[in-house]
T-cell receptor, first 116, second 113 residues
């Protein structure tokens, strides 16, 4: 089945640093979504991407839909303490809607923590 | 607009029992999807409902089932609970179908003992 590889698995940040994370897929996606999840809560949608090559910003967050449609990255500029959490990428493909395609496939997440 | 709500937030059950979880989507949203989140497997798709019909199903055993009501509210049921069913169960709603942006609820934390 479809799989998403998200990296890095975890990273430590200091306030003010820029952060990058990415996802790659073994197959093509038509949509990429980026979510952030805080402990005990559901994922919150950060950015949605619908076209190959699309670059979209949401405040200090910038995400891009890769040209090959098999990858996406998320950048966070000038990180602040509240950026701590787990970030998930999710991809979605069109296809036989009655099967497993069409639903979101999630990466394993990137855990952002504050440097001690 | 109120977000997606899920009840209960926490649940403890014993092996062999069954459980029903509830989800109320964002007002106007007609599609509801359910996901299971565990530390080992991450977020995995269970099923999607639209207009009271299941339109999409993930790779879970038949013990996992769901339904959607005419007001778009959805329930999922797990019968004959196993220890491995302990997880955070998340519901997500979207406007027309899961191809649109999905918005998640806070989840129901199920613990099976």
């Amino acid at each position: 089945g479809q799989q998403l590889n998200q990296s890095p698995q975890s990273m430590f940040i200091q306030e003010g640093e820029d952060v990058s994370m990415n996802c790659t897929s073994s197959s093509i996606f038509n949509t990429w979504l980026w979510y952030k999840q805080d402990p005990g809560e559901g994922p919150v949608l950060l950015i949605a991407l619908y076209k190959a090559g699309e670059l979209t910003s949401n405040g200090r967050l910038t995400a891009q839909f890769g040209i090959t449609r098999k990858d996406s990255f998320l950048n966070i500029s000038a990180s602040i303490p509240s950026d701590v959490g787990i970030y998930f990428c999710a991809g979605q493909s069109l296809g036989n809607y009655g099967g497993s395609q069409g639903n979101l496939i999630f990466g394993k997440g990137t855990k952002l923590s504050v440097k001690p | 607009k109120a977000g997606v709500t899920q009840t209960p937030r926490y649940l403890i059950k014993t092996r062999g029992q069954q459980v029903t979880l509830s989800c109320s989507p964002i007002s106007g949203h007609r599609s509801v999807s359910w996901y299971q989140q565990t530390p080992g497997q991450g977020l995995q798709f269970l099923f999607e409902y639209f207009s009271e019909t299941q339109r999409n199903k993930g790779n879970f055993p038949g013990r996992f089932s769901g339904r959607q009501f005419s007001n778009s509210r959805s329930e999922m049921n797990v019968s004959t609970l196993e220890l491995g069913d302990s997880a955070l169960y998340l519901c997500a709603s979207s406007l027309f179908n899961s191809l649109y942006e999905q918005y998640f609820g806070p989840g129901t934390r199920l613990t099976v003992t």
